[in-house]
Each structure stands twice: as structure tokens, then as C-alpha cells.
């Protein structure tokens, strides 16, 4: 049974940084594309990162995080993170870990979905 449990979200004032880690089990880990979306209130899930099988070597990101957050993975301990730094109040989502065999930037095909975290960023 394939499970991806996100944790580190939280309240965070803006201008502020928050580290979200993604513990996967159940599948192997270093041949899925890992990524991260969010869904504020009232609108569509949204692609926010992505990061290549293995190696991690390509990293994608939507333009509205480009130079903020920062993805990364460690094969060893079967997580992936995201780093989000000068937080905004419209950051306030909750984020979803991803996974998927498919190797595409914007993660256009999810075998499997995380239960999402809160990140509130307060103004």
C-alpha cells in the first residue's frame, strides 16, 4: 500500500519560511517523479514543483514560486521537501505531495496523492 504523508506545514508570517517534507512507503521511491501542489480555498488544485526520478537532477516550478521554494529529494530516506522562503499570504494553500512514474515537468499524470498539509501565511 502506497502511502505519501506530508508534514511541516503551519502558521507562518509573511516574509517568513516554512520546510515541508514528504515521507513516501510502499512504492520505490528513486523511479517516481516527486512534486508538490496546492489548492487555496475556491480554487483548482495547482502545480507548485516537480523533481526528476533518481537523481533529482531537473526541477521544475510554477513561475508564482520560481526563486522562492526549492524542491529536493533524498533517495536514502524516501522523501522529498519543499523549502519556502519570503512567504506570501497568497501561498496560503494546502500542499499535496505527488508522485509519478511519468516523467513530465508539470506532473500531468499522479499515480499517487498525499493527504496535504495546512500553510497559512498571515499578512
Known amino acids: 500500500q502506497v502511502q505519501l504523508v506530508e508534514s511541516g506545514g503551519g502558521l507562518v508570517q509573511a516574509g517568513g519560511s516554512l520546510r515541508l517534507s514528504c515521507a513516501a512507503s510502499?512504492?520505490?521511491?528513486?523511479?517516481?517523479?516527486m512534486g508538490w501542489f496546492r489548492q487555496a480555498p475556491g480554487k483548482e488544485r495547482e502545480f507548485v514543483a516537480s523533481i526528476s526520478s533518481w537523481s533529482g537532477d531537473l526541477t521544475y516550478y510554477a513561475d508564482s514560486v520560481k526563486g522562492r521554494f526549492t524542491i529536493s529529494r533524498d533517495n536514502a530516506k524516501n522523501t522529498v521537501y519543499l523549502q519556502m522562503n519570503s512567504l506570501r499570504p497568497e501561498d496560503t494553500a494546502v500542499y499535496y505531495c505527488?508522485?509519478?512514474?511519468?516523467?513530465?515537468?508539470?506532473?500531468?499524470?499522479?499515480?499517487?496523492w498525499g493527504q496535504g498539509t495546512q500553510v497559512t501565511v498571515s499578512s
Open positions: 505527488a508522485a509519478s512514474l511519468l516523467q513530465r515537468p508539470r506532473m500531468v499524470n499522479v499515480d499517487y
Open positions: 510502499g512504492l520505490t521511491f528513486s523511479r517516481y517523479a
